[in-house]
């Protein structure tokens, strides 16, 4: 009798644990279907709302999956995160609540508090590390007018403002040429 209780005990603490990593969403649609005993909620012509990490997400499709906790936006995506002053623009954007990872599929434009545009695709944001990382070529032009295309992986720093790229090719705004391989790049100071 007392193994009920302990398993009953334990089951409600799992399940409000997990209920505790996902934070509110809002989602206001012209069409919302929910399916699946409610834990798929699918959505046309999408604004969704994460207040407690300062969120909006708008698209012309969505699917939240309740029990992973992703949100999956398609065509015409903004994705705002107010709290880190970043802009995402994509074709198709994946948000996990519980990592706090934003991942871009397709081409996908990124303003970096209006003072870095990247255009690449099939990007990572790590919102709780604070990095943008991809396999991908990417160019990132800074206020400045320089120009850095990175052809390869490469990881951006934001809150350090660093990026670290394998192979980068640099354009600066006196239209000086510079490649590097395996190259550190503060944008802060200049610095190679």
């Known amino acids: ?54 969120i909006e997400i708008e698209g012309d499709k969505a699917i939240y999956d ?12 903004k994705f705002f995160d107010k709290l880190k002053n970043i802009y995402i623009e994509g074709k198709k954007v994946i948000y996990n609540q519980i990592t706090d990872v934003v991942q871009t599929f397709g081409e996908t434009y990124i303003n970096i508090e209006n003072k870095y545009d990247v255009y690449s695709s099939n990007l990572v944001y790590d919102r709780k590390f604070q990095k943008i990382y991809s396999d991908k070529e990417t160019t990132i032009k800074d206020i400045k007018k320089n120009v850095f295309n990175l052809e390869d992986n490469f990881i951006f720093d934001i809150s350090k403002e660093i990026i670290s790229s394998d192979k980068t090719n640099i354009l600066d705004n006196n239209n000086n040429e510079y490649s590097f391989e395996m190259a550190k790049i503060n944008l802060k100071n200049n610095e190679i």
Request: charged share 25%.
């Open 66 to 77: 309740k029990k992973s906790s992703k949100l999956t936006i398609v065509n015409n995506v």
């Open 1 to 54: 009798m007392n193994y009920k209780i302990i398993f009953y005990i334990f089951l409600i603490f799992i399940l409000f644990e997990k209920s505790m990593l996902a934070e509110e969403i809002n989602i206001n649609s012209s069409k919302i279907k929910v399916i699946d005993e409610g834990n798929i909620i699918n959505a046309l012509n999408v604004k969704a709302d994460i207040p407690k990490k300062k």
